[in-house]
């Protein structure tokens, strides 16, 4: 039997997209809405052929009992202010947002009678749209949930069961701890590989016919739509600020010691990274 009478996901794009495909492979709900704010990604939406497609967010939202929000995060306010007169007392909703703090303030813009629990699904790529969605895409990955502990328990579990259901890992934490982390692990590397991208075609040697698989691999990630990025790190922008004075330092570590030509401790920062990045593919 379904988990949910109706689900309603709204701004399916990547996320949204693979949210629907997900919920329909797994039977997760007797019906599914969806909404976004462009033709392109409605008529994408229609050709999936699972959810019935709308082109108002509070229509969309009408009669589930889940709802899932996967907007920007700068636009998330506006989203919550948008589908409120659509929701049915009771209905739970949830996000996908990567900036919870930012994301819990603007909740409180929802109706009293709908719970709100924050999620974030660590499971974005470079390349956006409900074009690129895969029913897939949560299968094994850390999702985030950022409950506040004043929830209706019954409403913390259907989250719980909902993106368990997608085949995600959950980690519980807060939303100010969940920033911190989020900071170091995708924000900060997002705009490191920007800015590494910006200061290697700044390089009067670059010629993009020569460049190979080190150059693409470490910057894949700045491949993503900036349209979604400025939101995000400017609504975690102390914590990523931070990051990059740390990105900033240690680039002044290596050059220093290029510059001086100081092999020990050229050798031992380029020890430590390797380490670390070695650390990255160990089970924890």
Do not use: Y
């Not at 705009?191 to 470490?218: I, K």
């Not at 975690?236 to 050059?255: C, K, P, S």
């Amino acid at each position: 039997m379904a988990q949910f009478k109706r689900i309603a996901v709204v701004g399916a794009g990547l996320i949204g997209g693979s949210i629907l495909l997900a919920a329909a492979r797994r039977g997760l709900a007797g019906s599914l809405a969806c909404w976004s704010r462009s033709e392109k990604s409605r008529a994408t939406l229609r050709g999936f052929g699972v959810a019935e497609v709308f082109d108002d967010a509070a229509a969309c939202v009408r009669g589930a009992d889940l709802v899932v929000v996967t907007t920007p995060v700068d636009t998330a306010e506006e989203t919550f202010l948008a589908m409120a007169p659509g929701l049915s007392p009771g209905a739970i909703v949830t996000d996908a947002g990567s900036v919870k703090g930012a994301i819990l303030l603007a909740a409180r813009r929802l109706p009293s009678a709908n719970p709100f629990i924050g999620a974030h699904p660590m499971a974005g790529g470079e390349k956006a749209g409900a074009a690129h969605a895969a029913a897939s895409l949560f299968e094994g990955r850390v999702c985030f949930l950022t409950p506040t502990g004043a929830e209706d328990p019954n409403a913390l579990a259907a989250v719980r069961l909902f993106w368990q259901g997608l085949g995600s890992v959950l980690h519980e934490t807060d939303a100010a701890k969940h920033d911190e982390i989020v900071a170091a692990i995708s924000h900060v590397p997002h705009a490191a590989a920007s800015a590494l991208m910006l200061a290697v075609t700044d390089q009067p040697g670059f010629r993009r016919f020569a460049v190979g698989a080190g150059l693409r691999d470490t910057t894949r990630i700045a491949a993503g739509e900036e349209s979604l990025w400025v939101g995000i790190l400017l609504a975690n922008a102390r914590h990523t600020a931070a990051g990059l004075r740390a990105v900033e330092q240690r680039a002044a570590e290596l050059r220093t010691a290029v510059e001086a030509n100081d092999i020990p401790t050229l050798r031992r920062l380029l020890a430590e990274a390797r380490i670390a990045r070695q650390n990255l593919d160990r089970p924890e």
